[in-house]
């Protein structure tokens, strides 16, 4: 078993649309109706969208290979690409979604470390992401990794108002 981790650029913007709509319809096509999938998805994860994101320097996009195939992604916000206000001390971890035939492997763990490893190297304070308040695997995960629930906020799903749980690491 290999994991490596690359760091996505503009070239890598098709894969990160693909495996971005791949692994969240997996997570939450389930809990959410096709109209509000699909509008979340378009918005989302247009190319548009994801070049802009790319070219952020204050976002960061890491795709990880299990024995050399994408499994997984991770993308970072400093600064003003956190989408709540944490102020330059904090790291946002925006996304780490894995495909479930690679779920159970560690890649979540190993994305999580890429993720605390850019924080301290941007001598940040604390790490922290919203999750949706009936993950509840990932909300374990979370908690197994050393985060807590500090505060929570809306996320909107279409027109589906939903709750994100924001989750915090203390890291000095």
């Known amino acids: 078993m290999t994991i490596n981790i ?3 650029t503009l070239e890598d913007s098709r ?4 495996i971005g709509c791949e692994t969240y319809n997996e997570t939450f096509k389930d809990h959410n109706s096709p109209e509000n999938m699909n509008a979340y998805l378009a918005g989302a994860f247009n190319l548009k969208q994801l070049e802009k994101e790319l070219s952020n320097i204050s976002s960061q996009f890491f795709f ?3 024995n050399n195939e994408v499994a997984g992604y991770l993308k970072v916000n400093t600064g003003d690409a956190q989408s709540e206000e944490m102020g330059d001390e904090s ?3 925006e996304r780490i979604y894995i495909k479930n035939k690679f779920q159970k492997h560690g890649i979540g763990k190993y994305l999580l470390n890429k993720a605390m490893e850019i924080a301290m190297e941007g001598n940040k304070k604390k790490i922290w992401l919203g999750v949706w308040e009936y993950n509840e695997n990932a909300i374990a995960f979370y908690k197994k990794m050393g985060f ?5 906020h809306s996320f909107y799903m279409g027109d589906d108002q939903q709750i994100d749980l924001i989750m915090t690491k203390t890291l000095i």
């Open 6 to 8: 690359k760091k996505c």
């Open 64 to 66: 990880a290979f299990f």
């Open 15 to 18: 894969k990160l649309q693909e």
């Open 91 to 93: 790291l946002e971890i």
């Open 148 to 152: 807590v629930q500090t505060g929570a």
